[in-house]
């Protein structure tokens, strides 16, 4: 998928939710968090472990508990050594998520589910010894489900703690590699009114 295409796409994805926003008394919800992210590769795992995740969102509260929304995630750049020769390496991966979900909250407490489409940038960069700059750097469109609870101290404030999975499988050269995985977390939202 080219760039422009990308950016049509999420252009109108923006533009689709914030029409349906100002045609409508809907509310919406914004938050942001971060978590710990773990990717299923078992070689990409071993040389860089695990991450930090830094998550924001926004979703359009609908009828009957119903939300859409977005959600972009940032990760630090992790470095590792590959090969026998240990060559210093980086890598990279973040994600744009659409998504649909449902939120069950008959007090104070919501149970929620999420289930969506995502775009993932990931970059990998090796300097070989005779190489310099080695690198894959690639879009793949993923899948995304998650899960968690909100206990809403303030009808306009929430803590979250969630569980996610991406499913995101790639072939750099030819080689299948699965960068999906879990991501474990806590957030801090607002409800807009």
């Keep these: 998928m080219s760039r422009p295409a990308r950016h049509r796409i999420a252009a109108g994805l923006l533009a689709g939710l914030a029409l349906a926003g100002s045609a409508s008394a809907?509310?919406?919800?914004?938050?942001?968090?971060?978590?710990?992210?773990?990717?299923?590769?078992?070689?990409?795992?071993?040389?860089y472990g695990?991450?930090?995740?830094?998550?924001?969102?926004?979703?359009?509260?609908?009828?009957?508990g119903w939300e859409a929304g977005l959600r972009f995630e940032w990760a630090p750049t992790r470095e590792g050594a590959l090969g026998i020769y240990a060559s210093a390496a980086r890598f990279h991966l973040l994600g744009l998520e659409a998504a649909v979900s449902r939120e069950l909250r008959p007090g104070v407490v919501g149970l929620y589910a999420r289930a969506g489409a995502g775009l993932y940038h990931y970059r990998q960069t090796v300097d070989y010894a005779y190489v310099q700059d080695y690198k894959v750097d690639r879009f793949a469109p993923g899948a995304v489900i998650a899960a968690g609870l909100r206990v809403y101290p303030w009808p306009f404030l929430?803590?979250?703690?969630?569980?996610?999975?991406v499913i995101l499988g790639v072939s750099p050269y030819d080689v299948s590699v699965d960068l999906g995985g879990w991501r474990l977390g806590g957030s801090l939202g607002f409800v807009i009114k």
Excluded at 26 to 47: F, M, Q, Y
Excluded at 50 to 64: E, K, M
Excluded at 158 to 165: N, P, Q, R
């Design 26 to 47: 809907l509310d919406w919800r914004v938050e942001g968090g971060a978590g710990w992210r773990s990717l299923n590769e078992p070689g990409i795992r071993r040389t």
């Design 158 to 165: 929430y803590l979250a703690a969630d569980a996610k999975y």
């Design 50 to 64: 695990t991450s930090v995740a830094v998550p924001f969102g926004f979703d359009l509260i609908l009828r009957s």
